[in-house]
């Protein structure tokens, strides 16, 4: 089935940095941009980055831009997510999330189940 | 940047109560309003799409409406299984900003 599996989390201390992992499995995974959205204990949704199906457009929240880089490997489905300078703020819950269809301007209909990360 | 509020912020209602929930964006994002259902400790689930499309499988008791800059999230009849917290997500253009997000619970 259509399935999104997040993976690298962990506790990091302030500063470090932590690359997670979104490997994607049942449906053609280069047709689809992809998000990733962020949840802090107890705290409501924040979007986070996006990527293009083709990986040549991307764009972030104010919050982590210069931080955080998005990538993805087609070849292998799978996506990236690359934090550096980690701060204590971005501890989360971090959910790669694809859009409905084809192009940018599309809900976000199937998410992973999230992996987490601790900044301390 | 466009900003997304909701209203009220939590709420209790009987089951079988009619339930609302608004959502206001700062500008107009025509329809590219979504709105998404989280339960305690589970993954966020697409609700409603385009402002007032049911996403497959959603029941029929949850509908949208609105355009612009309003948009309003109707339970026409709470259940127990309703209870959650909704935010609605404008999803134009970046940054795919989502709202505070509304919760709802059983009086």
Known sequence: QVQLVESGGGVVQPGRSLRLSCAASGFTFSSYAIHWVRQAPGKGLEWVAVISSDGSNKYYADSVKGRFTVSRDNSNNTLYLQMNSLRPEDTAMFYCARVASSGWSHPFDIWGQGTKVTVS | ?107
């Open chain 2, 1 to 107: 940047d466009i900003q997304m509020t909701q209203s009220p912020s939590s709420l209790s209602a009987s089951v079988g109560d009619r339930v609302t929930i608004t959502c206001r964006a700062s500008q107009g994002i025509s329809n590219y309003l979504a709105w998404y259902q989280q339960k305690p400790g589970k993954v966020p689930k697409l609700l409603i799409y385009a402002a007032s499309t049911l996403q497959s499988g959603v029941p029929s008791r949850f509908s949208g409406s609105g355009s612009g800059t309003d948009f309003t999230l109707t339970i026409s009849s709470l259940q127990p299984e309703d209870v959650a917290i909704y935010y609605c997500q404008k999803y134009n253009s970046a940054p795919f900003t989502f709202g505070p997000g509304t919760k709802v619970d059983l009086k």
